[in-house]
T-cell receptor, first 113, second 115 residues
Framework: GNSVTQMEGPVTLSEEAFLTINCTYT??????LFWYVQYPGEGLQLLLK?????DKGSNKGFEATYRKETTSFHLEKGSVQVSDSAVYFC????????????FGQGTRLTINP | GAGVSQSPSNKVTEKGKDVELRCDPI?????LYWYRQRLGQGLEFLIY????????KSGLPSDRFSAERTGESVSTLTIQRTQQEDSAVYLC?????????????FGNGTRLTVT
């Protein structure tokens, strides 16, 4: 079946630290990959996406590269800020057929000043 | 502009009662999705609407769960004879079309607690 496995949280870092949140997937087809973010008190929103192998999605200083050989889509940011504190969800969608996302369990990130 | 609105934001109900959860999508969004998030787990897909038809109901966990949508507007998720395992946050999302063409916009969810 199709599934997404994320790095277990919670993750706590100091401001300006380097961030990596690991995400790996299994899929029966050729998926598109996403990172969604949920800030405190808000709904989930799309952070970035990649639709084919070796694509790099980027937004707000975050990056993730679609690695087909390792079935991974790790989220990275070079220097985190307190405002990045949120829950991050990795997700996949199959290009053909399914009009739905398969989500990982989410990783709670807290950035301390 | 207005985002996806869900009501109620919190619902506490007794085991065995029926509940209705409401979702108002963003105006003009033809696709609407319901997800469920149990404590400490990822989001589980429940059902997807394109307009007022539901081409994918594969995630509904049992026949106690049903959903309908009026045109390209409001959707209601109904859970009959609620059980304690139904306790979760129920999230609604809408989008302009297929998920890989346009992003999903999520509401803040309804937190359901079955006592």
């Amino acid at each position: 079946g199709n599934s997404v496995t994320q790095m277990e949280g919670p993750v706590t870092l100091s401001e300006e630290a380097f961030l990596t949140i690991n995400c790996t997937y299994t899929a029966t087809g050729y998926p598109s990959l996403f990172w969604y973010v949920q800030y405190p008190g808000e709904g989930l929103q799309l952070l970035l996406k990649a639709t084919k192998a070796d694509d790099k999605g980027s937004n707000k200083g975050f990056e993730a590269t679609y690695r087909k050989e390792t079935t991974s889509f790790h989220l990275e940011k070079g220097s985190v800020q307190v405002s990045d504190s949120a829950v991050y969800f990795c997700a996949l969608s199959l290009i053909q057929g399914a009009q739905k996302l398969v989500f990982g369990q989410g990783t709670r990130l807290t950035i301390n000043p | 502009g207005a985002g996806v609105s869900q009501s109620p934001s919190n619902k506490v109900t007794e085991k065995g009662k029926d509940v209705e959860l409401r979702c108002d999508p963003i105006s003009g969004h033809t696709a609407l999705y319901w997800y469920r998030q149990r404590l400490g787990q990822g989001l589980e897909f429940l059902i997807y609407f394109q307009g007022n038809s539901a081409p994918d109901k594969s995630g509904l966990p049992s026949d106690r769960f049903s959903a309908e949508r009026t045109g390209e507007s409001v959707s209601t998720l109904t859970i009959q004879r609620t059980q304690q395992e139904d306790s979760a946050v129920y999230l609604c999302a809408s989008s302009l079309g297929g998920v890989y063409n346009s992003p999903l916009h999520f509401g803040n969810g309804t937190r359901l607690t079955v006592t």
